[in-house]
């Protein structure tokens, strides 16, 4: 038996970020080890956790991944934590066709109960037929308690307070207003001076959530039984390995530093299991270490364009290795590490890059694009999420092979992925946690 709750909100924009990292936070100081999780692709939000309470945080998406996945995953990441909590996306019920991959769905697939966050910023009274439609919406979806947000007053949260009485819903605490508290923009390069400022608004937080929460009675309505039971039958097989290419282990090099973090935790861990990893860093001017293969991960270069500029020397060893016929994976942003060159504003200038892609990237009227894809490579399906602030300037004359990409619907994307030598590259962040990477390359 262990504390487990998934944070969730009638709709985007209640604060549930705001109160997951308040929440584990305060578990930090107590001494509790908590697990966090995220509901969906987000790379951000996971960085956050980490953050507030030193634990790294793990995605779960059961578009990317099968259902027995997940509960596999979940198991394995919480089972030496006190406590897990697992911070939803969206609104509770909001997945790609109706209910389907949505918080509430994997509160249910999880077995764990929800903390429903309301932001009661223009709401009193009224919001009880609210409450009692979300307790009641779909029994098998348990919701332990509301916390209200934005909470102006104390005749406000009295009204609110009321409200759960009439509504049959457990109220666990009420944040006031405090015009203080803003989270930074999501785009945004977490450097260590940002980190240590985020670090202080996070306290903040867990300074108001130990004030104005019940956090022990939270604790305890949402304790149950651990691990999660697997739902019968199995869809998938859990635990796949990855092919190795000879009997010596790999060395496997990936880009990590302010720029290039958008990584999935159990990505890591699965070429971590079959590999020697080592970490390079393009912002801080790291030389590319030997490696069998390269993975440069999706972050946002453009906040750090003219540091990657200036790195001639690792620009070449990229190439060098590119051309040598190495085996490398960019990712999202990543990619633009590879292109011709990188504009970010109007009238801006266009930084060189590594020049093996083809192409320029810019930022320039560009709007950020996101999405669920998929591809085929051979009998293998590889699922992934494209999210990029980027677009590729190209010229007519341009030839690369590319693999075709497909999205939530089946129809083929206007993004593809790009293959030169050995070098595989696109906007799509791939998930491989039931995948062999490397069948990529076959």
């Not at 709750?5 to 109160?19: E, Q």
């Not at 102006?152 to 006031?176: I, K, Y």
């Not at 108001?208 to 999660?228: A, G, M, Q, S, W």
């Not at 282990?249 to 999935?264: E, G, K, W």
Request: aromatic share 10%; glycine share 8%.
């Amino acid at each position: 038996m262990k504390p487990q709750f998934l944070i969730g909100s009638p709709t985007s924009g209640c604060g549930k970020t705001t109160f997951m990292l308040g929440m584990l936070r305060v578990l930090q100081r107590k001494g509790v080890k908590v697990q966090p999780f995220k509901c969906g692709p987000d790379f951000i939000a996971p960085q956050y956790h980490a953050i507030a309470c030193d634990y790294e945080s793990v995605n779960l998406d059961a578009w990317l991944a099968s259902r027995t996945h997940i509960q596999s995953v979940y198991n394995h990441y919480a089972e030496q934590a006190d406590v897990c909590i697992i911070e939803g996306n969206r609104g509770l019920y909001d997945g790609y066709n109706r209910m389907e991959n949505s918080s509430a769905a994997l509160s249910r697939m999880l077995n764990v109960p929800v903390v429903l966050i309301v932001n009661a910023r223009a709401v009193g009274y009224a919001i009880a037929p609210v409450l009692f439609g979300m307790k009641r919406f779909n029994p098998s979806v348990r919701i332990a308690g509301v916390v209200f947000t934005q909470v102006a007053s104390q005749s406000h949260e009295v009204s609110l307070r009321e409200a759960c009485v009439d509504a049959g819903m457990e109220c666990l605490g009420c944040l006031p207003v405090a015009e203080d508290i803003r989270l930074p923009q999501r785009h945004q390069g977490l450097t260590l001076s940002v980190r240590r400022s985020f670090s202080e608004l996070i306290d903040r937080i867990a300074d108001l959530v130990e004030v104005h929460i019940d956090v022990d009675k939270l604790l305890n309505l949402c304790t149950r039984i651990f691990p999660c039971p697997y739902t019968l039958p199995y869809t998938s097989e859990v635990g796949i390995e990855m092919i190795h290419r000879s009997d010596k282990q790999l060395h496997i090099a990936i880009a990590r530093d302010p720029a290039f973090s958008f990584l999935y935790r159990e990505n890591l861990d699965k070429l971590a299991s079959i590999g020697k990893i080592s970490y390079f860093s393009p912002v801080y001017g790291s030389d590319l270490p030997e490696a069998d293969y390269v993975y440069i991960p999706g972050g946002c270069p453009e906040l750090f364009a003219r540091q990657l500029h200036r790195r001639k020397r690792l620009m070449g060893q990229l190439r060098e290795y590119v051309e040598a016929g190495g085996y490398l994976l960019a990712e999202g942003e990543g990619m633009t590490l590879l292109s011709r060159s990188l504009t970010v504003r109007q009238g801006g200038t266009a930084y060189d890059m590594a020049g093996i892609l083809p192409f320029d990237c810019t930022l320039v009227d560009a709007n950020p694009s996101n999405g669920y894809r998929f591809i085929q490579c051979g009998n293998d399906t590889f699922k992934g999420y494209e999210n990029h602030y980027s677009v590729l300037a190209t010229s007519s004359d341009m030839q690369i092979p590319s693999i075709a990409l497909y999205g939530l619907r089946g129809t083929e994307t206007a993004t593809q992925i790009f293959r030169y030598k050995n070098l595989i590259a696109g906007y799509t962040h791939l998930y491989w946690g039931e995948n062999d990477i490397f069948s990529l390359w076959n």
